[in-house]
């Protein structure tokens, strides 16, 4: 039978732009609902501190703005997903383009329930990590551009595949975070508790 992990585990993919709040919204979903949730990001900053082998590769091309090869991406999630013994999962800024969700389900078998967009403008975005300031290699202008870029030609076209087979759920991420979550809360609650 395995860890609870290991049967058909519940995953929900959080995508939406840099700075859109997924990493906030993640937060107040686990507070409310029993979800562990994933950052890829944290996951692979944690990866860069831990003095790992691939640790300047992702620190060089988290800086850039570029988008880590999935079979790191993947160990790192399939790792932390194991450890966690829970089997319900928030996964946060992954899959960030189509070879990273092709990556992602042949190699774990598992299709999200369901996608979250938080849909949010670019100069929403641009000033809400701007103003993050928590010395973030990424949050300055230049890599912010080169993120908002990759955002549009690599991971719009998973938004749009996902919303073919009617699993996403965009919301509107340029209101308050309370107002944000109201919406979450819509979601989650009418499916998942
Ligand atoms: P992203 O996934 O793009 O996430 P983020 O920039 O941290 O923004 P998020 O949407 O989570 O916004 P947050 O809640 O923090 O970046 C992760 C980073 O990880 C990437 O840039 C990259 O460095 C790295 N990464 C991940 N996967 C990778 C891969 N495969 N390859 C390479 N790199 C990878 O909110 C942002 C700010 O806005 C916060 O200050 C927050 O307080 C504020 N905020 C949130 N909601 C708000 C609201 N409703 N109103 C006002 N302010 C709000």
Redesign the pocket.
Known sequence: NGSPAEKNPTVVFVL????????????NIVDNFKFTHL???????AEIKSGSENGTM?QN??KE????P?E??IKLLQKAMKESGNDKFLI?????NEE?RAAFEKVTGIEPAFVLY?DCPEE??ER??L??N?G????NIE?IRK?FKV?LESSLPVINYYDAKGKVRKIN?????E??FETVKGIFGSKNE
């Open positions: 939406g732009g840099p700075g859109s709040g997924k990493g906030t919204q993640c937060a950052s890829a990001g944290d996951l692979l900053r992702i091309m988290i703005g570029k988008i880590v999935s790191v991406t946060d800024g992954f899959p960030r990273n938080f929403e975005m809400r990590l103003s993050r928590q973030r290699e990424d949050d890599t993120r955002f991420a340029a209101r308050s975070v107002e944000v």
